[in-house]
């Protein structure tokens, strides 16, 4: 379960870029397994995101409402809705309340500034009670839409936090987009972090053929959640 978990941790920070016309680099540090850097590549277009990076390639639909994510090292990808990854994530969380895991959500939006690369952002604190806390900075600089944030929260979080995040809708959207992003994530006695820094976006038009899976992969069965041993 823990390595779903944190996939679908990662997948749900994907789901931030689901608007048009843009290409989208940042870089991603992760002390899972030992420091690792992977840079990922983003294009958005319509309804369309597609996400690259070192192990995985992720594209969204939001007009037919699934996802499509692909194993490079396997050549293998799996079709997975909304409602079934709403559906997962609920399950997951409802486990985890079960093993006695606090996870009431707190957002605290504060008047603290800084300067990510290029970018003049205000910070922004979100905590699911003891398993997952996260620092984010949004700036203004950045014109992308931050409702495709909440989009993504009524997907992939857990209702408590999905709640949490509407509520706070329009004063998150009015400090703008994340540029900078650190998690800190205990699950089953493990601590896990990782930091993401965008570090260059630009408008840019794709052809349909970007948003497809990459040719000779092979489809496989979406995975399923197993319960965690004790």
């Known amino acids: 379960m823990k390595k779903l ?20 680099e940042q870089v991603t540090k992760t002390s899972r397994g030992g420091e ?22 992720v594209i969204v639909d939001f007009n037919n409402q699934n996802a499509i994510i692909s ?15 709403r559906q997962m994530m ?9 093993m006695g895991m606090n996870l009431t959500p707190t957002i605290e939006i504060t008047n603290q500034t800084k300067k990510i690369g290029n970018f003049k952002c205000t910070v922004v604190y979100i905590s699911m009670g003891n398993f997952q806390k996260t620092e984010e900075c949004l700036s203004k600089d950045v014109k992308i839409d931050f409702s495709a944030y909440l989009k993504a929260a009524e997907i992939m979080f857990p209702k408590d936090l999905a709640e949490a995040m509407r509520n706070k809708g329009k004063e998150l959207s009015a400090l703008g987009y994340p540029v900078y992003s650190k998690t800190t994530s205990s699950i089953m006695g493990q601590t896990n972090t990782s930091e993401t820094i965008l570090k260059t976006y630009k408008e840019e038009n794709f052809p349909a053929s970007v948003f ?3 040719a000779g992969y092979v489809e496989k069965p979406a995975p399923q959640i197993q319960m965690p041993r004790r």
């Open 5 to 24: 978990l944190l996939g679908l941790a990662g997948f749900a920070l994907i789901l931030n870029f689901a608007f048009a016309g843009y290409y989208i």
């Open 71 to 85: 194993d490079k090292t396997k050549k293998t990808y799996f079709k997975i809705s909304f409602q079934e990854m």
């Open 212 to 214: 497809t899976v990459p």
């Open 90 to 98: 609920d399950r997951v969380f409802e486990m985890m309340k079960k």
């Open 36 to 57: 690792h850097e992977t840079v990922q590549r983003m294009w958005i277009q319509g309804p369309y995101t597609k996400i690259d990076s070192e192990k995985s390639i």
